[in-house]
């Protein structure tokens, strides 16, 4: 590529980067426009960009992204590259904020299911192309004007993969965190736990550090919520969870 010394660093391909949507320890989102056409550009840092592995797990999330069919309520990959040597993911633009803005507020059961359902038809839909998210947390579900859109495969794996821990320490399913192999059991899991969390305005597993929240999905039990409505979607037994399809549980409540 030559020097880039000078380069002005507000481009990843043809699309010119402008505000920042997030940012993270290894990535940050911006807005890409060209033309008229406005996307949002998730792209490494620099210093995660020289970490082959990490450069590898990118690689594997964008081609992924791309690679699935369209889904309303998953996030739509449109191309992926590099330039400058930082890997970016070209993404359709979501016009919302993320479901951390819905937490610490005690919501109506309907309002949950309402909120969840969208969300739910997204696991179902990765479920049905082969794939566990492995990280369904409200930051990465953006609530959008059509219902909530699925974002980051960052994690993701085959249905029935193995490998290291990985995932969100307060949203992880025992067997997640135990490392075991994935199954749709791990995404219903995080599902009922957001539910949970929506539908009582706290926290259920999140003790600050990870290995503390960790060890509270491993040990502590979830406190019965008062509406019966909602038991079958926060049931968070990993028994119930291993054969409970999320997204007709959802939808049953809507």
Partial sequence: HGSTRGVPDDHAGRWILGEAIAAGELA???????????VAIKRLHSHAARDEALRAL???????TCALPPHPHLVRGRAHGADRDRPYLV??????????????VAHPPVTV?????????????LHAQGWIHGDVVPANLIAGPAGLVLCDLG???????DGPVRGTAA???????????????????ALGVIGWELATGARLFHRGA?????????EADAPPLGDPRLGPLVN???????????????LDLV
């Fill in 91 to 104: 993404l359709d633009r979501v016009d919302g904020v993320d479901l951390r803005g819905h937490l610490g």
């Fill in 28 to 38: 940050e989102v911006r807005v890409g426009r060209h033309g008229d056409e406005a």
């Fill in 171 to 189: 949203y992880m399913a025992p067997e997640q965190v135990r490392g075991e192999a994935w199954t749709p059991a791990l995404d219903v899991f």
């Fill in 155 to 161: 994690v993701a794996r085959r249905i029935g993969a």
């Fill in 210 to 218: 990870s290995y503390l929240s960790m060890a509270a999905v491993v």
């Fill in 58 to 64: 990118f690689t594997a999330e964008a081609e992924l």
């Fill in 113 to 125: 299911a309402a909120l969840l359902a969208t969300a739910a038809a997204a696991v179902a839909y």
């Fill in 236 to 250: 968070l037994a990993p028994v119930s969870y291993t054969h409970l399809r999320a997204h007709e549980t959802v």
